[in-house]
């Protein structure tokens, strides 16, 4: 019911089947309906191996990929500057 759902650091570790099942039920019940902002580390091309089942990973990825506007952060860690 919230209009923003951020989800940060994903793909930091793998999901089990309840979290993929989850998942998947949120990213579904958002779809074309509410905003959700993902911020990973990980190319979206290795999520698959988050999700260690390539066919919910194919749902998950459906819902989100094809809708989204990617941003994609180029060069050396801010952190690495202090």
């Given at each position: ?37 993902i ?7 290795n ?16 819902r ?19």
């Open positions: 019911k919230t209009d923003l759902l951020i989800l940060d650091d994903f793909g930091l570790v793998h999901l089990d089947q309840q979290q993929r099942l989850d998942l998947m039920e949120i990213m579904e019940d958002r779809h074309a309906k509410a905003s959700t902002i911020a990973s580390q990980l190319p979206v091309a999520w698959y191996d988050v999700f260690g089942d390539d066919t919910i990973a194919d749902a998950v990825l459906d989100v990929v094809h809708s989204s506007h990617r941003i994609e952060l180029k060069g050396e860690s801010m952190r690495k500057k202090k």
